[in-house]
C-alpha cells in the first residue's frame, strides 16, 4: 500500500497541480489569511480596475473547508486523475486544452447576469465530472453506501443531492453546461460528421512540450484521440471508441 507521499507522486500533472492550488487557496482563505472577495470573478472590476487576476483565481477557490469542500476535492482525485490516466493518455496537450476551453466556457457563461457566479472552481470540477461521466458511462458508482447508479447518472445525481443539502446548483449546472459543450465538440459531432472543429492549439502543445508537462505523445495516442464513427444512432454516449495497438 503507497504512501500518501507516493500517491501524490503518482498523480498527473494536470490534475495534481489544480488540485493542489485549491486545496492551498482554501486553506489561505480559511486561515483569514486572504479574503475570498479578493480572488472572486468581479467583471466590473477586471473591466474598470484591471484586476485581471480575477479571472484566473475564481477557479480554484472551491469554499472554505467543509464535507462540501472535501467532496470536490475528491472528485478531482478521482474523476480528474481517472480522465487524465486513462481517456487522455500520453495526451497532456489535450487535456490541457479541455480545461482551458472548459474555463473559457464558464466565463462566457457568467458573463450572463442571470448566470453569473463569482466563484467557478466547483464549476470546473463539475465540467471533469460530467465529462468523465460521458468516457465512462456504465461504470457502477456507489452513492454513500446506500444506492448504485451507473455513471452516466452521475452528474444529475450529485446535482440532485446538492438540492437536498440546500447548496446552490448554479455552479453544477454551469458545470454541466460546459462539460456537454466539450464533449458535443470533441466526440458527439465528429461522431454523426466525421468532422473535428475543436482541436488542441498548437500553442498548448508547444507549451507542453517546452516544459515537459507529462508523457510524450506517441502515433498511437493520437490516433486513440479521434472518436470512429459508429452505425446507428445508439452509440451517443457510450465513451469513445479506442484503437489498440498490437
Not at 469554499?63 to 493518455?89: C, H, K, P
Not at 476551453?101 to 450572463?112: E, K, N, R, V
Not at 508537462?213 to 470512429?228: C, D, H, K, L, Y
Amino acid at each position: 500500500m503507497s504512501s500518501p507521499g507516493e500517491y501524490y507522486h503518482s498523480l498527473p500533472p494536470i490534475t495534481k497541480a489544480y488540485g493542489t492550488v485549491c486545496l492551498a487557496v482554501t486553506t489561505v482563505c480559511s486561515l483569514k489569511l486572504l479574503h475570498p472577495a479578493y480572488i472572486a470573478l468581479i467583471y466590473e472590476d477586471v473591466l474598470y480596475r484591471f484586476q485581471v487576476w480575477r479571472l484566473f483565481t475564481s477557479f480554484f477557490f472551491l469554499g472554505n473547508f467543509s464535507i462540501n469542500f472535501g467532496i470536490r476535492l475528491l472528485m478531482i482525485a478521482r474523476y480528474g486523475v481517472q480522465l487524465e490516466q486513462a481517456t487522455f493518455d500520453r495526451r497532456t496537450a489535450d487535456f490541457l486544452w479541455m480545461m482551458i476551453f472548459g474555463g473559457l466556457t464558464l466565463l462566457g457563461l457568467s458573463a450572463i447576469p442571470f448566470l453569473w457566479n463569482p466563484f467557478l472552481g466547483i464549476s470546473l470540477v463539475f465540467m471533469l465530472l460530467y465529462v468523465w461521466s460521458r468516457e465512462f458511462p456504465n461504470a457502477q458508482i456507489n452513492i454513500y453506501g446506500l444506492l448504485n447508479i451507473k455513471a452516466f447518472y452521475l452528474p444529475w445525481t450529485m446535482l440532485a443531492l446538492d438540492v437536498i443539502f440546500g447548496s446552490p446548483i448554479l455552479p453544477d449546472l454551469l458545470g454541466i453546461i460546459a462539460g456537454h459543450f466539450y464533449y458535443f465538440l470533441t466526440v458527439l459531432y465528429p461522431l454523426s460528421t466525421g468532422k473535428t472543429y475543436l482541436k488542441t492549439p498548437r500553442w498548448v502543445q508547444k507549451l507542453v512540450r517546452r516544459y515537459k508537462i507529462g508523457a510524450p505523445a506517441t502515433v498511437n495516442s493520437r490516433a486513440a484521440a479521434q472518436p470512429e464513427q459508429q452505425p446507428g444512432t445508439g452509440s451517443a454516449f457510450r465513451g469513445r471508441s479506442y484503437r489498440l495497438s498490437d
